[in-house]
Structure formats: C-alpha cells, structure tokens
C-alpha cells in the first residue's frame, strides 16, 4: 500500500551527526511510477519520462523541521501573519510567498539560514547530476499554502524562468494534477508527501499545467483521501 504521510510540526534539533538529504531511489515519468496515476491518460503517450523526476524522502524529518522554523520566520518578516486572498493573476488563493536570496548565497552569513542554504545547495547538486550540466538558478522562494489554499491549472510564464522547476514539499501532502494544455481532460496526478523533491522539466513544463486543487473531489489520489492541511514548498527555477 502507497503510504501517504504527514510531518509532526514539533521541531526537532539537528545534530551535524544526521544527514540533511536522504538520496532515495528516484521515479521517472513512467507506469511504473507508485507516486503517479495514470487513470485519465492511460490512452495517450506520455511526456518523456526525464519530464518528471520525484524524490519521495529527500528530506530526513528533522531537516524538513529546521526547513518549516526557517520558512516560518521568513514569512512572517517579509509577509506577515495573515494569508492573501488571491494572487495578482488569479492562480493562487489563500497564500503567502517570498523570495529568498539569502538561502542562495555563500554559507558565511546568518546562522538561522545555515540549513536552508545546504538543502537549496543539495537541490540544486541534484538537479544539476540529473541533467548534465551546471545550471544558472534564480533565488528560491517560499510558497505557503494555508488550508483552503489552492493553485489553479497554470503554465509558468515562459518569458520569467526558463526549462526547470523544482518543488520541495514540507508539511502536509498534496496531489498535483498535471493536464495537457490542448485537452486538459488528458492528465495525470502525482503524490507529494512531505520531504518529497520533484524536477518539472522540459515537455511537462510548458505542454501541460499543474494544480493543486481545494475541491475534495480532486484530493484523492488512486481512490485514497489525501489530507488537508497547511503546506509549505521551497521553489526553485533556473534562469532562461
């Protein structure tokens, strides 16, 4: 049975004893994907499987801890405590979000961020094995979700990042819809518990949106009911 997980929002302490990154087996865009259902693409080809990677334990509990205290205090400095109502072009409802550079930058600098700069430097070591060759990032950013939350089905502007994203999901799980952009009845679901890692790329990027939906009918993943619950992700693009 696929498990579908929640993290305790009880910090715990890391110690330089435990690693921050796990290094799962990763899953490709592929039937044989556990975290992936095909129900409403099984007739059609799939995107290539290097589309879609997931990570589903990238994160050890205790970094995913440190990475939600880190977060938390970033939010509430640069955005408040309350939740806005929609985003600018309508995609996003009950939200916050942020840019943050200092989680990019060099490791001397505040200590409060010394975490979240090794697990965006591990993300982006990841990515960067994954395709190849070294990319050009733009800084992180912060998505927080509260409950009721949604995204709408949207393509990232084309013309603000270029072929990547990547997505680190922290809190409470989540089910992501992807559907084509020419037929959205042809899409997929993915599973995201917390700590799981996923690297949007290429074809997925710009032939389908993603979502992630409030409406109960749209939260289950194979038949099984998914949570509520805040959700927080660390966000990461490359340059065009």
Request: aromatic share 8%; with cysteine.
């Amino acid at each position: 049975m696929l498990r579908i997980s929640g993290l305790s929002t009880n910090v715990l302490r890391l110690t330089r004893k435990r690693p921050l990154v796990r290094y799962s087996h990763s899953y490709s865009l592929a039937p044989t994907n556990p975290y992936l259902d095909f129900s409403n693409h099984a007739t059609h080809p799939l995107p290539p499987p290097n589309s879609l990677t997931l990570y589903p334990e990238f994160l050890t509990p205790e970094a995913q801890a440190q990475l939600v205290t880190a977060a938390d205090r970033k939010l509430r400095r640069i955005c408040g405590r309350k939740y806005w109502d929609g985003h600018f072009d309508g995609v996003i409802r009950n939200y916050r979000e942020c840019s943050v550079s200092a989680w990019a930058g060099p490791s001397a600098g505040d200590e409060a961020d010394a975490v979240p700069r090794e697990v965006v430097r591990k993300i982006k070591a990841t990515v960067e094995s994954e395709v190849g060759e070294t990319v050009k990032w733009i800084d992180p950013h912060i998505l927080d979700l509260g409950l009721g939350g949604e995204i709408r089905a949207h393509v990232d502007n084309i013309k603000a990042s270029g072929s990547i994203i990547t997505g680190l999901c922290l809190l409470a799980p989540a089910v992501i819809i992807f559907r084509h952009v020419k037929d959205p009845c042809i899409s997929f679901s993915a599973l995201m518990n917390p700590g799981t890692l996923y690297v949007q790329r290429d074809a997925l990027r710009f032939d389908y949106t993603h979502e992630i939906p409030d409406d109960s009918a749209l939260r289950s993943f194979k038949a099984t009911a998914v949570p509520r619950g805040r959700r927080i992700s660390v966000m990461m693009r490359n340059a065009r």
